[in-house]
């Protein structure tokens, strides 16, 4: 009973999680998360590149800083799809993790090189006393000494969607265990009432049998409540929760059967709050408890 409840409380936040991966895998939630963050990122170098050219007695405009940043910023939001379609096409996983790394190492590579000749540029073009006039050879001599810079942001990306994508995989295969626990707990408790019906049946279609001639009209009223019995029970048959009181009216019936088979010699007397009658609980808990204890 206790594996039905939990399943169905700790089911909330793991919908709740699932759903929002689910939004994430929209294109346009994808792009506007990808253009956010490297919004933020290129307004963040925008304020460390004017620190360190105010320190430097540097005399360039903010908003041309801003400008080059953001060119770069712009450079990579337009490759991380690309990072994360290879992220998702060679994850580094036990079976192909020779290739994965290999295809990252060279992909990092290459985009570091990109990115790095692009800031370049942009900085010429935005900062620099003479725009358009580059020295080549200065040009290739930063990009070649900088280039781990976009490597190292490429395998920041890298790492961040390969954690993304073995966080879902957990919560997923988690719901389904969790599923897959409320299914079998609730084919226990099929089971277990298959189990106890056919049972309390047989004793009392047997206490009918022995009351049939020597106390006919006993007979009949263990007829009437065992049908009443039996009714309240195909109506619930597919609940696996009630409230108290419809089972406790179940329980009543069961108890009318038992005191005609023993007479006096049952006596039962119950103390139930008002406030809790509406309480939920599982179904067929409280009759094979009593049971036992007749």
């Known amino acids: 009973m206790a594996q039905i409840l939990s399943a169905g409380t700790n089911r909330l936040p793991q919908l709740q999680i699932m759903e929002a991966s689910r939004i ?48 770069f910023a712009a450079c990579w939001a337009a490759l991380t799809p690309l990072v994360l379609y290879l992220a998702g096409k060679f994850p580094i996983e036990r079976q192909q993790w020779r290739r994965s790394i290999f295809v990252h190492l060279v992909a990092s590579a290459l985009l ?14 935005f900062t620099s006393e003479y725009p358009g006039q580059i020295d080549f050879m200065k040009l290739l001599y930063s990009i070649y000494f900088f280039f781990d810079y976009g490597a190292m942001m490429y395998w920041l990306i890298l790492l961040i969607a390969s954690a993304v994508a073995y966080y879902r995989r957990y919560r997923e295969n988690e719901l389904k265990a969790t599923q897959l626990s409320a299914q079998l707990a609730q084919a226990e408790l099929q089971a277990l009432k298959m189990q106890l019906q056919p049972h309390f049946l047989f004793n009392t279609l047997h206490s009918i049998s022995a009351l049939v001639y020597k106390q006919p009209a006993s007979a009949e009223k263990m007829l009437a409540r065992l049908g009443d019995f039996l009714r309240l029970t195909l109506d619930s048959a597919g609940a696996q929760e009630v409230s108290l009181y419809q089972e406790l009216e179940f329980l009543r019936c069961y108890l009318e059967i038992e005191r005609i088979r023993f007479q006096d010699r049952l006596s039962v007397q119950m103390e139930i709050e008002p406030g809790v009658l509406n309480a939920r609980m599982p179904n067929l808990l409280l009759q094979p408890i009593v049971e036992n204890a007749i």
Do not use: H, N, P, Y
């Open 112 to 125: 570091g090189l990109v990115t790095r000749l692009v800031r370049d540029v942009a900085f010429i073009e």
């Open 24 to 71: 994430l895998e929209r294109r346009w939630a994808r792009a506007c998360l990808i253009v956010m963050a490297w919004t933020l990122f290129g307004l963040f170098l925008t304020s460390q590149t004017a620190l360190m050219f105010s320190r430097r007695s540097i005399s360039v405009k903010v908003w041309r800083i801003l400008l080059a940043e953001m060119a």
